[in-house]
C-alpha cells in the first residue's frame, strides 16, 4: 500500500512564485491535514480538511490555500511564495476523528528564496 | 490555544540506561499521540493514550497519561542505539486537531 503520498519530495521557488503541494492517500480515511515543520518548532497545523467538501484553517494559515478535490487528494496553494514559507510540508490523513492515529506522508522540502 | 512543552529537548544517553522524557500540556485533552521521527524522514505513529492512567508499551518504550496532571511520560528502557529519533508528543484538541509539542531529539551512545 502506498498510504500517503506527496509531490514533490523538494522544491525551490524564488519569491512570488506560486506552486501547489499535491497529496494523495489510498486509504480510504476520511480525514486530512497539511502540517508544516520548521527546527526547534514541532508540527503545525496550516489547513485541514474533516470530510470531502470541507475545510478549515489551523494554526498557520496564512499565505496557503487548500483544496479537498475528493476523498483521495487534499492540495496546499503557495500563491505567492514568501522565504518565510522554506519549511518541510507533511501531508497526513485520519480514518475519522476520535483515536485513530494520523498517518503522515515521506514529506515535502520547499526552499523560497 | 493549547500549550505543549516537553522536556528535555536534546538528550543524549548512554546505551543500557533508563530515562524519562517529560510532555506538558495546558489545557484539557482526552487523548495524547506520541510519535518517533528519523532525520531526515516522515513520522512514525509510537503510542495513542485514550484515557487518564493509560499506559502502553512496546519494546524498550513505555508511554503513560495523567489528564488530571496534564502530564504525559515516554520512558525509555535499557536504551540502543536503533532508539536515536527525535520523539514528539500531541494532544488532542476540538474533533481531531493535533498540537505538537518541539520534539525530543535523543541520541543514544554506545
Known amino acids: 500500500n502506498a498510504g500517503v503520498t506527496q509531490t514533490p519530495k523538494f522544491q525551490v521557488l524564488k519569491t512570488g512564485q506560486s506552486m501547489t503541494l499535491q497529496c494523495a492517500q489510498d486509504?480510504?480515511?476520511?480525514?486530512m491535514y497539511w502540517y508544516r515543520q520548521d527546527p526547534g518548532m514541532g508540527l503545525r497545523l496550516i489547513y485541514y480538511?474533516?470530510?470531502?467538501?470541507?475545510?478549515d484553517k489551523g494554526e498557520v494559515p496564512n499565505g496557503y490555500n487548500v483544496s479537498r478535490l475528493n476523498k483521495r487528494e487534499f492540495s496546499l496553494r503557495l500563491e505567492s511564495a514568501a522565504p518565510s514559507q522554506t519549511s518541510v510540508y507533511f501531508c497526513?490523513?485520519?480514518?475519522?476523528?476520535?483515536?485513530?492515529?494520523?498517518?503522515f506522508g515521506a514529506g515535502s522540502r520547499l526552499t523560497v528564496l | 490555544e493549547l500549550k505543549v512543552e516537553q522536556n528535555p529537548l536534546f538528550l543524549s544517553m548512554q546505551e543500557g540506561k533508563n530515562y524519562t522524557i517529560y510532555c506538558n500540556y495546558s489545557?484539557?485533552?482526552?487523548?495524547l499521540y506520541w510519535y518517533r521521527q528519523d532525520p531526515g524522514k516522515s513520522l512514525e505513529s509510537l503510542f495513542v493514550?485514550?484515557?487518564?492512567?493509560a499506559v502502553k508499551q512496546e519494546g524498550r518504550l513505555m508511554a503513560s497519561l495523567d489528564t488530571k496532571a496534564r502530564l504525559s511520560t515516554l520512558h525509555i528502557t535499557a536504551a540502543v542505539h536503533d532508539l536515536s529519533a527525535t520523539y514528539f508528543c500531541a494532544p488532542a484538541t476540538s474533533g481531531s486537531r493535533l498540537t505538537f509539542g518541539e520534539g525530543t531529539q535523543l541520541t543514544v551512545n554506545p
Open positions: 480538511s474533516a470530510s470531502e467538501g470541507t475545510t
Open positions: 493514550l485514550l484515557s487518564n492512567g
Open positions: 486509504m480510504n480515511h476520511n480525514s
Open positions: 497526513a490523513s485520519q480514518r475519522g476523528s476520535g483515536a485513530n492515529v494520523l498517518t
Open positions: 489545557t484539557t485533552s482526552d487523548r
